[in-house]
């Protein structure tokens, strides 16, 4: 079982940065398609970025294309979303969530379904 803890988020002003950690235990990162996902109050899950099991690959939504970066150190088992010039609509609970395939990089990696295993969840807001 691949288990994924949490770290980084807080609190920012509009345009502040902030990052995310991903840190995987009890298997090896190595093989896994890394997605991030965020849940703003009061809406759905949504898929906001993810990276291939190499790191070679990666994909954005366009909601946070140019602002965020997603990155991986399969050395280190950790995933990491760097996010630059926050905005209010960013605020929300980030997830990442990861599988052991690059199906779901290729073939749709903002479907939550697609995904095994998930952290904990940090918080993130963003306000002035």
């Known amino acids: 079982q691949l288990q994924l803890v949490q770290s980084g988020g807080g609190f920012v002003q509009p345009g502040g940065s902030l990052s995310l950690s991903c840190v995987a235990s009890?298997?090896?990162?190595?093989?896994?398609?890394i997605g991030w996902f965020r849940q703003a109050p009061g809406k759905e899950r949504e898929g906001i970025s993810c990276?291939?099991?190499?790191?070679?690959?990666?994909n954005y939504a366009d909601s946070v294309e140019g602002r965020f970066t997603i990155d991986r150190d399969n050395r280190k088992n950790t995933a990491y979303l760097h996010m630059k010039d926050l905005k209010p609509e960013d605020t929300g609970v980030y997830y990442c969530?990861?599988?052991?395939?690059?199906?779901?990089?290729?073939?749709?990696?903002?479907?939550?379904?697609?995904?095994?295993?998930w952290g904990q969840g940090a918080q993130v807001t963003v306000s002035s």
């Open positions: 990276i291939s099991s190499s790191g070679g690959g990666h």
């Open positions: 009890g298997r090896t990162l190595e093989y896994h398609t």
């Open positions: 969530a990861g599988v052991e395939s690059d199906n779901a990089f290729h073939t749709g990696c903002y479907n939550s379904d697609r995904y095994y295993y």
